[in-house]
């Protein structure tokens, strides 16, 4: 893989890519009764913040990110990104990394990443090299040309991550992209996305269950409370970039880390 220090033909992207939620709630509907899954969210990401959310299973975490993509409706409130409404999926303002890849075995990694240009009718030489170019941002420069079944869980993501960022939107959202994989390559994943990030200056909005990689890779952490979910607390993370492994031994990351696991265990 080629190391993304050396990336240098993508141009940041301009920081447009505020995320701003207002009473935001959602109510899903079982068997004619009404289940209040996200109650009352109220937060606004800055443009090029990373902001990690935390909290117990079912607390609306995903909810929430499916909310900011325009795949799901609120109940209730509003949600703007880049000062606009999202009702529906916008990939010029937001992109989204899920859990799972979800390639298609058939196509190569070159042809996954530019699927989502082909659909918008992008001419076969331009999207081509918008999805090389996504894949070297990656780290995955050489490999354009493997099927999903000839990579590994890893690098497989990566194409995933290639994928969300070719469209270029200011806002990408990551649904516990790393929740699969091994811890090194989970740890090693993390640090890459950083660097990714640095690259592209795009505002990322990041779910995860991990409290030290929420910590690791945040410049702030919102914590959810257990269904229906709330915010019950914020954490700026005031730990020097580049981030190293290091930190992780440190009072400051562990002090942090103990704040966010005392709210979940207290509301779970």
């Not at 996954?112 to 918008?120: C, M």
């Not at 999207?127 to 890893?154: C, I, M, N």
């Not at 795009?202 to 229906?228: G, N, Q, W």
């Amino acid at each position: 893989m080629q190391p993304l220090a050396n990336v240098t033909s993508l141009k940041p992207a301009a920081r447009s890519g505020a995320v701003q939620l207002t009473g935001v709630g959602q109510v899903y509907k079982t068997s004619g009764e009404g289940v209040l899954a996200v109650s009352d969210v109220s937060f606004e990401v800055k443009p090029g913040r990373f902001v990690v959310l935390v909290g117990p299973s079912g607390c609306g975490k995903s909810s929430l990110l499916m909310m900011m993509a325009g795949l799901r409706h609120p109940t209730s409130g509003t949600i703007l990104v880049s000062g606009a409404p999202i009702h529906d999926p916008d990939p010029n303002r937001v992109g989204v990394v899920f859990q799972e890849p979800s390639l298609f075995p058939w196509l190569t990694a070159e042809e996954n990443v530019e699927f989502p240009l082909a659909l918008r009718g992008i001419a076969k030489k331009d999207r081509r090299a918008k999805a090389q170019e996504a894949l070297q941002l990656v780290g995955l420069d050489g490999f354009g040309k493997r099927h999903p079944h000839e990579l590994s869980g890893g690098m497989k993501q990566r194409v995933s991550i290639a994928r969300g960022l070719v469209q270029d939107p200011p806002v990408l959202l990551m649904d516990e992209p790393f929740a699969a994989l091994d811890e090194q390559t989970r740890m090693t994943m993390g640090d890459e996305l950083l660097r990714i990030w640095a690259a592209t200056g795009k505002t990322i909005i990041f779910v995860t269950h991990s409290l030290t990689e929420a910590v690791y890779l945040a410049d702030e952490v919102i914590v959810m409370s257990a269904r229906p979910g709330r915010i019950v607390d914020r954490l700026e993370v005031a730990l020097p970039r580049p981030r190293t492994f290091e930190m992780m031994s440190g009072d400051t990351f562990g002090s942090l880390r103990d704040r966010i696991w005392r709210h979940i265990r207290k509301t779970a």
